[in-house]
Antibody
Framework: ELHLVQSGGGLVKPGGSLRLSCAAS????????MNWVRQAPGKGLEWVSS????????FYADSVKGRFTISRDNAKNSLSLHMNNLRGEDTAVYYC?????????WGQGTPVTVSS | IVLTQTPLSLPVTPGEPASISCRSS????????????LDWYLQKPGQSPHLLIH???SRASGVPDRFSGSGSGTDFTLNISRVEGEDFGVYYC?????????FGPGTKVDIK
């Protein structure tokens, strides 16, 4: 399993931008498909985005398409989520998660609050 | 793909069995490889979710054998043979047959 440590997040005004990072340790990062999953306050889990091992395949939830960009750097064992044009409904705890073909490793979560 | 879970709340006495149902709006069977892409997660309060069962019935690493997953097509069940104190929290099913991945609404299992 991967060990995932997240950073970034915080308070941002509507329309603002933020970058989330996820640092992985463990030799399996380069062969892991990675994801971002979020959880709004008091709500359930919502898948946000996925990126394949070599970044060939990238997918987004309709709710963030055109505003969020997922990327990875296998040489640095890192995953990122660039979030632009943030809205109130993007307020949530964001988790990075991944594994070979399953989401068996999760980061600790990082809160994002979009408010004026 | 829409997932529904029943019940949404499940009070359980420690030592007793528990069962959670997850229903999908379409089959989660991949006809190409024969796998059913339905996973189960547990999220304890204040913690990240963690994987219990993947691909219908395979226990994740380190998951006790009191947890089991079953079902087929569109109807799935997570069974806990004897609930222990560490099992309380919110259980989610998730499909990864196709994008967008989707989660069920969650079932909160707490002490009766």
């Amino acid at each position: 399993e991967l060990h995932l440590v997240q950073s970034g997040g915080g308070l941002v005004k509507p329309g603002g931008s933020l970058r989330l990072s996820c640092a992985a340790s463990g030799f399996t990062f380069s062969v892991s498909n990675m994801n971002w999953v979020r959880q709004a306050p008091g709500k359930g889990l919502e898948w946000v985005s996925s990126i394949s091992r070599n970044s060939t395949y990238i997918f987004y939830a309709d709710s963030v398409k055109g505003r969020f960009t997922i990327s990875r750097d296998n040489a640095k064992n890192s995953l990122s989520l660039h979030m632009n044009n943030l809205r109130g409904e993007d307020t949530a705890v964001y988790y990075c998660a991944g594994g070979y073909d399953i989401l068996d490793s999760w980061g600790q979560g990082t809160p994002v609050t979009v408010s004026s | 793909i829409v997932l529904t879970q029943t019940p949404l709340s499940l009070p359980v006495t420690p030592g007793e069995p528990a069962s959670i149902s997850c229903r999908s709006s379409q089959s989660l069977l991949d006809s190409d490889d024969g796998n059913t892409y339905l996973d189960w997660y547990l999220q304890k309060p204040g913690q990240s979710p963690h994987l219990l069962i993947h691909t219908l019935s395979s226990r994740a690493s380190g998951v006790p054998d009191r947890f089991s997953g079953s079902g087929s097509g569109t109807d799935f069940t997570l069974n806990i043979s004897r609930v222990e104190g560490e099992d309380f929290g919110v259980y989610y099913c998730m499909q990864r047959l196709e994008f967008p991945f989707t989660f069920g609404p969650g079932t909160k299992v707490d002490i009766k």
